[in-house]
């Protein structure tokens, strides 16, 4: 499910759901009636998280566990600061997990992650403070930053 009212500058995640509610609650309602009960549904449109858990809660007799979220543009942004400050490719960080809604109470984490087979904070150790505060804060308000471009 992609639908979803798009987010405009100035708009948390949290004035998006208003809308969000609607559009999901009546997918919801026609997934109920129309869709077969092994149907697997993937919502992409955030805030992804929210949306699904709204899916599931207008559609009963779907299963929860047919019903899954991909935050992945988080997953990738957090990626690529990482990246950019090893100065080495994107493709050689890995296991770096978001934790949450996409929105600013997110968390991206890196205590699992790697750069090139070695832990993120030991390639930057020099950038603790970075890792700690302004990579935080950028993963979680990048989607506002590119609104407002």
């Known amino acids: 499910m992609v639908g979803g009212f798009p987010r405009k500058a100035g708009m948390e995640r949290k004035d998006v759901m208003s809308k969000n509610v609607s559009i ?4 919801a309602a026609a997934l109920e009636k129309h869709a077969s009960k092994d149907v697997k549904i993937l919502v992409v449109a955030n805030p992804a998280n929210t949306n699904a858990l709204v899916l599931k ?6 299963p929860a566990e047919n019903i899954t979220a991909l935050t992945r543009l988080d997953h990738n942004r957090a990626l690529a600061q990482v990246a950019e400050r090893a100065q080495v490719h994107v493709s050689e960080v890995k296991n770096v997990i978001i934790w949450g809604n996409h929105s600013s109470t997110q968390y991206p984490d890196v205590s699992h992650g790697t750069v090139g087979g070695k832990p993120i904070r030991e390639v930057l150790a020099d950038s603790t403070e970075w890792l700690n505060s302004e990579f935080i804060e950028t993963v979680q308000q990048r989607g506002a930053a590119i609104i407002k471009v």
């Not at 999901?24 to 997918?27: G, H, V």
């Not at 809660?57 to 779907?62: C, T």
């Open 24 to 27: 999901y609650a009546s997918q």
């Open 57 to 62: 809660e207008h559609a009963p007799s779907i």
